[in-house]
Nanobody, 127 residues
């Protein structure tokens, strides 16, 4: 069955960095777009970054541009989110998700397009 398992969350001080990983199994990884989403308490889920199956195209929401980098290793069936210059506003549960082909990231990230979801990993940034 399909599994997405996130790891790498934790607690850091503002200005710090974290690298999230999402290990996938149970489907053809390199044909699916992958996205990272986050949800803070009392807020709606937000699409943070996404990447196409071959890694050719990426998308970032405005608030993380220049600070976060999404990447993937198709041989390892893993997608990463490198997060630098973290601020307390980045505090949230972070989820990875997979979007079946045909998929695109050029028009942003729509959570309703994503078929498979992980259980999440918590990121807490203190000031």
């Amino acid at each position: 069955q399909v599994q997405l398992v996130e790891s790498g969350g934790g607690s850091v001080q503002a200005g710090g960095s974290l690298r999230l990983s999402c290990a996938a199994s149970g489907y053809t990884f390199n044909t699916h777009c992958m996205g990272w989403f986050r949800q803070a308490p009392g807020k709606e889920r937000e699409g943070v970054a996404a990447i196409t199956g071959a890694g050719t195209f990426t998308y970032y929401t405005d608030s993380v541009k220049g600070r976060f980098t999404i990447s993937r290793d198709n041989a390892e069936k893993t997608v990463y989110l490198q997060m630098n210059s973290l601020t307390p506003e980045d505090t949230a549960m972070y989820y990875c998700a997979a979007d079946a082909p045909p998929c695109t990231v050029l028009s942003g990230i729509k959570s309703q397009s994503y078929n498979y979801w992980g259980q999440g990993t918590q990121v807490t940034v203190s000031s």
